[in-house]
């Protein structure tokens, strides 16, 4: 079965430059949610979409910022990097079922390293 | 907002033997309370989930449990093998509100053969 693809997986950048994740969701899922994974921690909610309108904010900084497209994929925009901001970044999709609720299933993840 | 915490941060237990892990959450609007496994580096893997209208549920080696009114639920692994070894995650959302997840802590699990 298909399932979530996410690129970059790895992407190395420096302080002050910016980075592109790009988020593929499952077929015909129309949902998409981004979490931050740091090292040794749970994931945050960042940032979430239903049907190319953003739908929920969680702790997403002012320097990031996402969008979905027409074909419902997702990219997070991030500028002004911080060394802090090097962690694991998940997408997640879920199925428009709202009937028997809807699991989230996961991407591979971007691992960025900010240097 | 929602606040879960995971109980214990490790465990180790040798093979064959159960693994209970528990969960604490605040929000009583939350509904939806999915467990997922992660191996180092790798994606979390949804492995089981429950529903606020179900106080139980099992598949093979693995059930959950759910307390609404004490607003806890826990992981049931029985029979424990090497390759469960890996960090269990559970979660809470509201799937009428965003369904956004929020996890807790974590725990490490190591099965010792």
């Known amino acids: 079965a298909a399932g979530v693809i996410q690129s970059p997986r790895h992407l190395i950048k420096e302080k002050r430059e910016t980075a592109t994740l790009k988020c593929y969701p499952i077929?015909?899922?129309?949902?998409v949610y981004w979490y931050q994974q740091g090292p040794g921690q749970d994931p945050q909610f960042l940032i979430s979409?239903?049907?190319?309108?953003?739908?929920d904010k969680g702790s997403i900084p002012d320097r990031f910022s996402a969008q979905q497209f027409s074909d419902y994929h997702s990219e997070l925009n991030m500028s002004s990097l911080e060394l802090g901001d090097s962690a694991l970044y998940f997408c997640?999709?879920?199925?428009?079922?709202?009937?028997?609720?809807?699991?989230?299933?996961f991407g591979p993840g971007t691992r960025l390293t900010v240097t | 907002g929602e606040n879960v915490e995971q109980h214990p941060s490790t465990l180790s237990v040798q093979e064959g033997d159960s693994a209970v892990i528990k969960c604490t959450y605040s929000?009583?609007?939350?509904?939806?309370f999915p467990w997922y496994k992660q191996e180092l580096g790798k994606r979390p893997q949804l492995i089981i989930d429950?529903?606020?209208?179900?106080g139980e549920k099992k598949d093979q080696r693995i059930a959950v449990t759910l307390n609404k009114t004490a607003k806890h639920f826990s992981l049931h692994i029985t029979e424990t093998q090497p390759e469960d070894s890996a960090v269990y995650f559970c979660?809470?959302?509201?799937?009428?509100?965003?369904?956004?997840?929020?996890f807790g802590g974590g725990t490490r699990l190591m099965v010792k053969p």
């Open positions: 997640a999709s879920s199925p428009p079922d709202r009937t028997i609720g809807y699991e989230q299933y």
């Open positions: 077929p015909r899922h129309d949902t």
């Open positions: 979409f239903y049907e190319k309108m953003q739908s």
């Open positions: 929000d009583s609007a939350s509904n939806y």
């Open positions: 429950i529903r606020s209208n179900v």
């Open positions: 979660a809470a959302s509201n799937q009428d509100a965003g369904n956004m997840l929020t």
